[in-house]
Nanobody, 114 residues
Framework: QVEIAESGGGLVQPGGSLRLSCTVS????????MAWYRQVPGRRREWVAR???????EYSDSVKGRFTISRDNAKNAVYLAMNSLKPDDTAVYYC????????WGQGTQVTVSS
């Protein structure tokens, strides 16, 4: 059974940091490009960071230089280190495959506020 579980969100002040974690079960994790996405109520879900096979990474312009995606294939896990957080980063964060999305997990809420 395929399952995605995100964790690590919370309330943080502007300028602060968080590290999100995501584990995926039921797939050959190392064979797939993985991504982090985020969604604000009333808006489309958007990708923020992608990890391709061969260690290629991509970031959306809104997070470039502040967020870092990494993965541990032995643990079927992908991570998102978020630094210099801004109120505009407030969203529910999800992980999923880059191509051929799996059923979405519950996500983890990140709130950036003073």
């Amino acid at each position: 059974q395929v399952e995605i579980a995100e964790s690590g969100g919370g309330l943080v002040q502007p300028g602060g940091s968080l590290r999100l974690s995501c584990t995926v079960s039921g797939i050959s994790f190392s064979n797939y490009a993985m991504a982090w996405y985020r969604q604000v109520p009333g808006r489309r879900r958007e990708w923020v960071a992608r990890s391709f096979l061969g260690d290629l990474e991509e970031y959306s312009d809104s997070v470039k230089g502040r967020f870092t995606i990494s993965r541990d294939n032995a643990k079927n896990a992908v991570y998102l280190a978020m630094n210099s957080l801004k109120p505009d980063d407030t969203a529910v964060y999800y992980c999923n495959r880059v191509y051929d999305s799996l059923e979405w997990g519950q996500g983890t809420q990140v709130t950036v506020s003073s």
